[in-house]
T-cell receptor, first 113, second 115 residues
Framework: EDQVTQSPEALRLQEGESSSLNCSYT??????LFWYRQDPGKGPEFLFT???AGEEKEKERLKATLTKKESFLHITAPKPEDSATYLC??????????????FGQGTTLQVKP | GAGVSQSPRYKVTKRGQDVALRCDPI?????LYWYRQALGQGPEFLTY????????KSGLPNDRFSAERPEGSISTLTIQRTEQRDSAMYRC?????????????FGEGSWLTVV
C-alpha cells in the first residue's frame, strides 16, 4: 500500500535556526513527490515537485531534496512568516493519469522571533 | 477565475439532510479532484474527473457520496443523508498537464458541519 509519513509532527524553531522536515514514503513506482505549504484556514499552496532521486529544488529559504525512500525540506534561517503546516504528497505511477496524491499528515512549523 | 473557487465556504446541516458542495476550477484546467481533510491531517483523495468523465472514484467513502462535472468545468460533490462523521473540510483541486507533470492547485475548501 502506498504510504507517506512525515516527521516530526510539530517543530518549534527560533528565527534563524535552520532545520529539516522529513517525508518518508513507500510507493509502487514514484511518479512525483510534492511539497505544499498550508496556512491555518487556507488550502494547500504548491511549493515543489520532485521526480527522481538526487533532484533538488529551491525557493527562497526552502530547499527540497529527494532520495529513493524519503524527501527532506530544508529551511535555512527561517523567519516567523515561514510558520505553517508543510505537507508532503506522492503520486504513484499506478495512479495512471489521475494524478491522485497521497498525503502525509503534515509537519506544523512554528518560528518564534 | 484566478484560483479554484468553492462554495459555500461554511455549511451547517442537520443529520439526514442532503448537501451539495460546488467547485469552480481554474480556467482551462481539465483535471478536477475532490479531497476531504480532517483537522490535523493531510487531504484524503475522494474522486477525480478528466473533463466531464469521472475516471476515479475509489476514495468515495460509500454510496451516499457522489460527484458530477457535466460540462467539464464546474463540479458538484453531493452527500446524501448526511451523518455526523461526514463533518470535515472538503477541498476541490484542479490541474493542467504541463511538461513538468501535473501540479495540483487547491481551493479554500468547504467546511461541512453535520449536527
Amino acid at each position: 500500500e502506498d504510504q507517506v509519513t512525515q516527521s516530526p509532527e510539530a517543530l518549534r524553531l527560533q528565527e534563524g535556526e535552520s532545520s529539516s522536515l522529513n517525508c518518508s514514503y513507500t510507493v509502487s513506482g514514484l511518479r512525483g513527490l510534492f511539497w505544499y505549504r498550508q496556512d491555518p484556514g487556507k488550502g494547500p499552496e504548491f511549493l515543489f515537485t520532485l521526480y527522481s532521486a538526487g533532484e533538488e529544488k529551491e525557493k527562497e529559504r526552502l530547499k527540497a531534496t529527494l532520495t529513493k525512500k524519503e524527501s527532506f525540506l530544508h529551511i535555512t534561517a527561517p523567519k516567523p512568516e515561514d510558520s505553517a503546516t508543510y505537507l508532503c504528497a506522492v503520486q504513484a505511477k499506478g495512479s495512471g493519469n489521475t494524478g491522485k496524491l497521497i498525503f502525509g499528515q503534515g509537519t506544523t512549523l512554528q518560528v518564534k522571533p | 477565475g484566478a484560483g479554484v473557487s468553492q462554495s459555500p465556504r461554511y455549511k451547517v446541516t442537520k443529520r439526514g439532510q442532503d448537501v451539495a458542495l460546488r467547485c469552480d476550477p481554474i480556467s482551462g484546467h481539465v483535471s478536477l479532484y475532490w479531497y476531504r481533510q480532517a483537522l490535523g491531517q493531510g487531504p484524503e483523495f475522494l474522486t477525480y474527473f478528466n473533463y466531464e468523465a469521472q475516471q476515479d472514484k475509489s476514495g468515495l467513502p460509500n454510496d451516499r457520496f457522489s460527484a458530477e462535472r457535466p460540462e467539464g468545468s464546474i463540479s458538484t460533490l453531493t452527500i446524501q443523508r448526511t451523518e455526523q462523521r461526514d463533518s470535515a473540510m472538503y477541498r476541490c483541486a484542479s490541474s493542467i498537464r504541463d511538461r513538468a507533470g501535473n501540479t495540483i492547485y487547491f481551493g479554500e475548501g468547504s467546511w461541512l458541519t453535520v449536527v
